[in-house]
């Protein structure tokens, strides 16, 4: 059930998303009651990436309905340098936002990290509750900030009983810690969340559904099925980190709000974004990388990378000792792994590659594919929802033998590859770390009741961005 999103396919959502906009635009207005805990930020995230795709087909009473709502909220609170400010010049208390990790490694302790630390930097009280697994850094204080605070907590493995002692020290860390609002990171976090919160509003991001593991047997994916919807009825805001994510969290049966942030890193802010000289002939390099678990079907990766063989050198960065079917395969193409690595050494191996090939079946939306991105590493990519919007049409392939050729074309054809670099260097500005936090920040504020707008910093980050003009971005509302 996995469901892709790009702008062609977009068109098929704008009139019940668009025609729900102006109904809560009209509530708005004419004062009609609505849910307290629901802001207008989360109004104007995707119906108003709708109006944008669909060129002006709204009529101009809708258009003149969303422009007084945005008007009356702007009205009401502005920013200040550490906080939100009210008319009257004092500055409100900076909120404390709890996040919620189960898994604490690799990706998600990478995106958990980046977002908590830049909205230390804004001035929220921020800490991070994690389960303690076998991809958990050992010494996580040494990679995180010392403004987060740091709580473990007893999630070692996902037996029964430990989930149970999970849920009985994340109930008891809600009431001591009293967050204000509560971001649960992953399905699990967002699960023991819901129960645990107690009037707290919470934020899920789900990082990738359950449902959409194809690895998984079916009876199973219906329960993560279900068990989402569940979720998705009790939280205060799915907040999607992808389009596509949040389509598949519109579907679900009791969603309430979705509003779409979308992943980002440090690497690709503003002031770090870099280029770098096309390789040489005889430096053509061909990498996949990560464990070689079934979401990154390595078998698949032994396959196009040994078909690539002879157009340049191919090796997998990251584990693949362990005794998987996944390592074995790539072992058993000849395909040269090189072991589990740092996150530093496995970017700098990452950086000395020409082209990335991230042939995932399932997405929330990859740190590794933006981190090659921001390396200036080609990416090939399987044609899923989130790498699409992510890289476009010309750079994911809906199969093996499609990827293979044009791997094989990129290696041989120089210019093709300074013209797939010059695509990802337009897109690639748009998934900085910190555009992702401050829009973070937006709508944690506008849940507490403290901020109003959604898109005004998006429209202002438009308006400072160096060049002015762009030719895409994954918010239309942004335009």
């Known amino acids: 059930m996995t469901i892709g999103v790009c702008r062609r396919e ?265 280029s770098r000289a096309s390789a040489s002939r005889e430096d053509l390099t061909v990498v996949a990388m990560g464990r070689p678990l079934p979401q990154r079907q390595p078998e698949a990766c032994a396959r196009i990378l040994s078909a690539v063989g002879e157009h340049g050198q191919v090796r997998w960065l990251g584990g693949g000792w362990d005794d998987t079917p996944g390592a074995r395969a790539l072992i058993g193409a000849g395909i040269p792994v090189t072991g589990w690595m740092r996150r530093e050494m496995a970017l700098k191996a990452l950086s000395e590659s020409t082209i990335y090939l991230h042939w995932t079946a399932w997405d929330g939306l990859s740190l590794s594919l933006l981190e090659a991105m921001a390396l200036d590493v080609i990416v090939v990519a399987s044609d899923i929802g989130p790498n699409r919007e992510v890289l476009g049409p010309d750079q994911v392939c809906p199969s093996e033998q499609e990827a293979t050729n044009l791997i094989r074309a990129l290696l041989d054809d120089a210019e093709l590859r300074e013209r797939f670099l010059e695509n990802q260097r337009d897109r690639r500005r748009w998934y900085g770390a910190d555009a992702m936090v401050h829009r973070w920040a937006n709508i944690y504020e506008s849940l507490l009741g403290r901020q109003a707008c959604a898109c005004a910093l998006a429209r202002a980050e438009q308006r400072d961005h160096e060049g002015g003009a762009h030719r895409w971005c994954p918010l239309p509302s942004c335009a």
Request: glycine letters at 10%; charged letters at 20%.
């Open 10 to 274: 977009m068109t098929n959502i704008v009139p019940t998303t668009c025609s729900m906009w102006q109904r809560r635009c009209q509530q708005q207005i004419v004062g009609r009651p609505r849910r307290p805990r629901l802001g207008m930020l989360i109004d104007d995230t995707s119906p108003h990436n709708c109006r944008q795709m669909i060129a002006g087909s709204m009529g101009n009473g809708t258009r003149e309905l969303h422009r007084r709502a945005l008007i009356t909220n702007r009205s009401r609170v502005r920013h200040g340098p550490h906080g939100v400010v009210n008319l009257d010049g004092r500055e409100a208390e900076a909120p404390r936002v709890l996040f919620v990790a189960e898994a604490f490694g690799g990706g998600m302790f990478e995106i958990t990290r980046m977002q908590a630390e830049g909205l230390a930097r804004l001035g929220f009280g921020v800490g991070i509750a994690y389960g303690q697994r076998p991809e958990t850094p050992g010494d996580i204080r040494a990679s995180v900030d010392e403004s987060d605070e740091l709580i473990p907590l007893p999630w070692t493995d996902r037996s029964i009983s430990t989930q149970i002692r999970a849920q009985r020290s994340l109930r008891r860390l809600v009431r001591d810690w009293r967050p204000d609002l509560l971001h649960l990171m992953s399905s699990f976090a967002g699960l023991h969340g819901v129960f645990a919160a107690n009037g707290t509003p919470t934020v899920y991001t789900p990082q990738a559904y359950a449902f959409t593991m194809m690895c998984e047997r079916a009876a199973k994916r219906w329960i993560y099925l279900i068990t989402e919807s569940f979720v998705a009825g009790s939280v205060d805001l799915i907040g999607a980190c992808s389009l596509s994510e949040g389509e598949q969290a519109r579907s679900l049966p009791g969603s309430t709000a979705v509003a779409v942030v979308p992943n980002g890193i440090d690497e690709l802010s503003r002031h770090r974004l870099r």
